[in-house]
């Protein structure tokens, strides 16, 4: 990468020190960040029956552990091009970073339930930033040719997070206090933060332009389209995450927070598209190269979610796993990811983007279809078959969809992009995880009732199996009415089980349908025309 230094006395001597560039070094040090952000959205749902005992609440408060962080993060992502031209890029990533660590010490100093959700929500206010930033950096660091390489290594960071987290989380809650989920940010922040301030240099040229959109945003400064943006996310993001506990539109709440929330981002999509200086450039929609990328990342996040969500639920809920077990039996996922993503990274600059996004449908169609097939009597190598079928799918996907979304954005725009585009793939994963948990208990219910209704004790087959399971118990010391009461449990709990199997079943077999719907929008994802605003040398400088 060429240094980008014009400074008059670059005319006259050669830069010492800026002359030597290192990609590799601004890419870890930018990751570190994204790479917490993360692992964090995940490591604490382990945690949460030891974090509820510890602060003294409900299982339905503890929640907001969660909610509070996802709000906060997706509040902040939009207007991360916005903060960006107020106070320089690389002052905003390292200024949330100094959030995040802050808030993830005090999250793990927490003594009770209040003080735990405002320090997550300050947690999730410094994490919110750090993916599209890291995104618009990593743009700007390599070159066209390069992309592919260069969303392969934030995806790496964007999915990896999620997926490990879990297994993360349960091995230090297994090994340690709690606190450490949070404690073990601090050391990683803190290197990543030097390394940043070390190594990222933004380019004179970028933050000369930043600086004259600054004065006019600050002439202009869009406060109601902020508020209403802000207000809209949060109340759209707590809908999501709440709904189902809630029962959805049961809840007089759920219903005024779903129309509040409509009629705030109905009222900042108008003010966005009025205001003589916007916060959020949602023009860039107008690029079919952006929008199509980005819509069709959103959709492939959701299934790619909800995926993630069910399996360890089935194997803890009924295989008997432990968080730590079911994390170790999800890792093959993870490493194929690992294995695949530069790979594909480096396929993309050679097969068109269509081509590698139909292929990593196909495969995580097909994983989402083994699973299927699950029973009770389901054993780890059935589980680790299916989930590499969908790390190489989602590593086809992921890649050349990130690439492709942003290949057409001018530099100057890039912050903006990347933040609109981290923001729907987050709604995008949240609307994906409401529907499958709603559904699932639907489902569930709905299997269970069709399994009971067959359960008549004058069945040949039922009275079989009540009498052999009720002759055992008394072999067992129990006398016989105690034991006929004892295998109507056992009966009423092998219809439950059965029924969360075929739900699960049926859950698996929608995913892998939803994949196939997916395949032909394909033909909307938009080639980048030459000539667009990747091509441009890198801006980011990064010195060794």
Known sequence: MESTDASPGALVAPAPTRAVNNKWLVTLSVTFGTLMGAIDSSIVNVALPQIRGAVGATVQEITWATTGFVIATVMVMPLTGFLGRLFGQKRVYLACLVLFVVGSFLCGLAW??????LFRFLQGLG???????????LRQ????EEQGTAMAIFAMAVMVGPAIGPTLGGYIVDNWHWSWIFFINVPVGILGFFMVARFVHEDEQLRASARKEAELQRRHMDWSGIVLLCM???????VLEEGQADDWFQSPLIVVCSIVAGTCLIAFVIRELTAPVPAVNLRLFKDPVFASGTLLNALVFAVLMASMFLLPVFMQELLGFTATQSGMALMPRTLVMLLCMPFVGRLYRRVPARILVAAGIVFAGFGAFEMSHFSLETGSHDIIRAIMLQGVGFSLMFVPLSATALANI????????????SLLRQIGGSMGLAIFTTLLSR??????ASIAAHLNPERLEVASRMGLMQKGLMQRGLDQASAHLASL??????VTRQGMVLA?????????????VVLPLIYFLKAAPSGGGSQEKPHIDVEI
């Open 112 to 117: 009770n339930l209040p003080t735990l959700i």
């Open 127 to 137: 994490a919110g930033a750090l993916q599209p930033t890291e995104q618009a950096i």
């Open 141 to 144: 660091t390599f070159t066209r």
């Open 232 to 238: 809209g996310l949060a109340l759209l993001q707590y």
């Open 410 to 421: 001018p530099r100057e725009r890039m912050a903006d992009a990347t933040g609109l585009n």
């Open 443 to 448: 489902y569930s219910i709905q299997a269970k």
């Open 489 to 494: 449990q056992m009966m009423v709990g092998s």
């Open 504 to 516: 699960f079943d049926k859950l698996f077999v929608l995913a892998a349908l939803m994949f196939v």
